[in-house]
């Protein structure tokens, strides 16, 4: 029962370099979510997901980019990586409005 | 627009005391709303939901929590504190304008003192 995986669990840029955080669920769930975890702010939504091949800005999506290609796989880029976006990455994934399965996060930081 | 507001980020109880946890939303519309709790270094799990019935909804863990409209409250509570409960917990409402995400609160902080 994987449920959400996120890859990598763990990763450290220096500013400027670009990556791809890798959201899988396996649980044929409609909508998927990207959020960000900041002390003493909580989770905030990044970009979510209503369906393979569509997406749509979240609350702080500034500095992201996703895409669903496939229903099962949600991915989160940084094209050009900010201190800024030292975070913690969380993946969740829904039907509807039912509650949200969340991966264990991915830990980010730039230097 | 919908929000929470969680009161206290920081919870000490004793272990076998009463937890308490307070959250206050705000919605335009019936709420559905959500505890989470995070363990160390891991995601979020889903301790119980209210969407529509019961107000008193019971979770996990011997965790319940209450809706009252009046109050526009949604307080979390466990009447004896283990060891085991120390972690983040979060209170959340859903947005039912159309992203259909979390809005979430800061989060408290439980330390429980043996």
């Known amino acids: 029962n994987a449920g959400v995986t996120q890859t990598p669990k763990f990763r450290v840029l220096k500013t400027g370099q670009s990556m791809t955080l890798l959201c899988a669920q396996d649980m044929n769930h409609e909508y998927m979510y990207w959020y960000r975890q900041d002390p003493g702010m909580g989770l905030r939504l990044i970009h979510y997901?209503?369906?393979?091949?569509?997406?749509a800005k979240g609350e702080v999506p500034d500095g992201y980019n996703v895409s669903r290609l496939k229903k099962q796989n949600f991915l989160l880029g940084l094209e050009s990586a900010a201190p800024s976006q030292t975070s913690v990455y969380f993946c969740?994934?829904?039907?509807?409005?039912?509650?949200?399965?969340f991966g264990d996060g991915t830990r980010l930081s730039i230097l | 627009a919908q929000s929470v507001t969680q009161l206290g980020s920081h919870v000490s109880v004793s272990e076998g005391a009463l937890v308490l946890l307070r959250c206050n939303y705000s919605?335009?519309?019936?709420?559905?709303l959500f505890w989470y709790v995070q363990y160390p270094n891991q995601g979020l799990q889903l301790l119980l939901k209210y969407t529509t019935g019961a107000t008193l909804v019971k979770g996990i863990n011997g965790f319940e929590a209450e809706f009252k409209k009046s109050e526009t409250s949604f307080h979390l509570t466990k009447p004896s504190a283990h060891m085991s409960d120390a972690a983040e917990y979060f209170c959340a409402v859903f947005d039912q304008t159309g992203a259909n995400n979390l809005f979430f609160g800061t989060g408290t902080r439980l330390t429980v003192i043996p």
């Open positions: 919605s335009s519309v019936p709420p559905y």
């Open positions: 997901s209503v369906g393979e091949g569509t997406t």
């Open positions: 969740a994934s829904s039907f509807g409005n039912q509650p949200q399965h």
